[in-house]
């Protein structure tokens, strides 16, 4: 006969699985919360990748995104996007991204970004990989990106000129 336990893991992993690597997946630590970490697809070779996020913080005590891993790539870099005389240009955020108290977080398109580098693999869309977002407060909390499609909405960024 099965024991209760048994069952009782079974029907968890069932729920975890049914979330699917399309679906809205979250994580928790303390009071931040980490929305649906996300990549696009890389073409063959390519040794830049992209990671979105939205992170909130539901405490009363301010954080910070200080870094990151992640499975596929050798480098984890927070990057900021911005318009300089009309020509978009990157660069590496080195003190992170403030997280105050009460604050909702996005990083996507256009804005700031985690910057995959030194890609090991290509990103495949439908796939997931493991990762790490480390907070200054919060600490190292495991993730798991999930690899999204191009949507009209989210746009790749060009990496082109990127001073890696
Ligand atoms: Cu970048």
């Known amino acids: 006969m099965r024991p209760a336990w048994l069952a009782q893991l079974a029907a968890i992993t069932v729920g975890v699985a049914l979330l ?12 931040i ?10 073409p ?23 870094g990151g891993s992640a499975t596929v790539a050798g480098r984890f870099e927070i990057h900021e996007s911005s318009l300089e005389g009309g020509v978009a240009r990157m660069r590496r ?3 992170g991204i403030a997280l105050e108290p009460g604050a909702t ?8 970004h985690v910057m995959l580098l030194d890609l090991k693999e290509p990103i495949v869309k439908g796939q997931t990989f493991d ?30 000129g990127h001073e890696l």
Request: overall charge negative; proline content about 7%.
């Open 20 to 31: 699917g690597p399309a679906g809205a997946h979250e994580f928790n630590v303390g009071d």
């Open 33 to 42: 919360t980490i929305d649906h970490p996300s990549s696009r697809p890389t």
């Open 44 to 66: 063959p070779g390519a040794k830049v990748g992209v990671g979105y996020v939205t992170i909130r913080n539901d405490g009363a005590e301010a954080d910070r995104l200080i």
């Open 93 to 95: 955020v080195e003190d």
């Open 105 to 112: 977080v996005k990083l996507a398109s256009g804005g700031a």
């Open 131 to 160: 990762g790490t977002f480390v907070f200054e407060r919060a600490g190292t909390v495991p993730v798991r990106f999930s690899v999204d499609g191009f949507g009209a909405a989210a746009a790749a960024p060009s990496h082109e």
